[in-house]
């Protein structure tokens, strides 16, 4: 059975945001919010990003429903933030029907780290109390294939940032961040950032040559203990399709991760440390075969 869900911005939308680049007001906060206290951002108003802008979200964690999918300002780490003057949100175009969103933000500082992770979810992310889907989560050796094509479009993105997948398998159907045991990244676009963990080899797939890492992460909140596991492909895109099935046949075969756990939430955005940025999210579709 195939479920699909996809999500493109209007040719005429994508165009406009291109010509107005030149004169982009870049997201610099004009009164700030401190490193504890990020549940305001304004944005020089009015900027012309600002007049194809629907609806924005700003405050931690703010969310948008589309359908199958969940939109989420995720700033898991914007305390660490060295200015008191940064913003971090998330924002549809035009009518949300049309599925049109992406995000922006404006990190000053040069604190070595990643900020935050405005994203995506289709699936059951460990912190929500249920999946935006019934074909997640799904025992790994019920799948036959997982498709993601995607699509984005930077503007003025400059600093510290990535373009991931950050996948959460669980060995349970039942998932909450106690048994959340693997993070699977998906690096389509290194930017300026290395993946976390040790180097193990190279591996060819359907979606690319990708670079392999694991290790133990050191930072996972109290009651959680999760492997991290990172695909950084060596020739970077901003499209494409990922077929998420070669990277768990591949763990499964290499007895790193059991065919018994589950895939619990597919996610794609941007991990952002200082900098400042705004992507669209032209495109996202996933296509599950079980």
């Known amino acids: 059975m195939i479920t699909r869900h996809t999500l493109l911005n209007k040719t005429s939308i994508l165009a406009t945001a291109r010509q107005l680049m030149s004169i982009l007001i870049m997201l610099y906060l004009a009164s700030g919010c401190s490193s504890n206290d990020t549940s305001i951002s304004r944005f020089p108003a009015p900027s ?3 007049n194809l802008i629907n609806q924005q979200a700003c405050s931690p964690f703010a969310t948008f429903e589309l359908s199958e999918l969940k939109v989420e300002n995720n700033s898991w780490n914007a305390a660490q933030a060295d200015s008191d003057r940064f913003g971090q949100c998330v924002f549809t175009l035009e009518d949300v029907s049309l599925g049109n969103f992406g995000w922006r933000w404006s990190y000053p500082g040069a604190a070595k780290t990643v900020m935050g992770y405005p994203e ?28 993601v094509s995607y699509a984005v479009e ?27 045991i693997f993070e699977l990244m998906i690096w389509e676009d290194a930017g300026s950032l290395t993946p976390f963990g040790q180097y193990q080899g190279d591996v060819v797939t359907q979606s690319g040559t990708y670079a392999f890492y694991q290790g133990e992460p050191d930072w996972e909140p109290a009651g959680s203990n999760w492997t991290y596991l990172a695909f950084v492909r060596l020739e970077e895109r901003q499209q494409g399709t990922v077929h998420l099935e070669d990277f768990i046949d591949y763990l499964i075969a290499q007895e790193i991760v059991s065919p018994e756990v589950y895939l619990a939430s597919i996610e794609f955005g941007n991990e952002i440390g200082p900098g400042s940025g705004t992507t669209f999210v032209k495109a996202f579709e996933v296509t599950v075969n079980p």
Do not use: C, H, M
């Open 154 to 180: 930077y503007l003025d993105i400059k600093g510290t940032y990535n373009l991931a997948f950050d996948n959460w398998l669980s060995s349970s159907d039942l998932v909450n961040p106690g048994n959340a």
């Open 120 to 147: 995506v979810i289709y699936g059951w992310k460990p912190w929500y109390p249920a999946s935006t889907t019934e074909k997640l989560p799904i025992r790994l050796d019920k799948i036959d294939s997982i498709q």
């Open 48 to 50: 012309d990003l600002d």
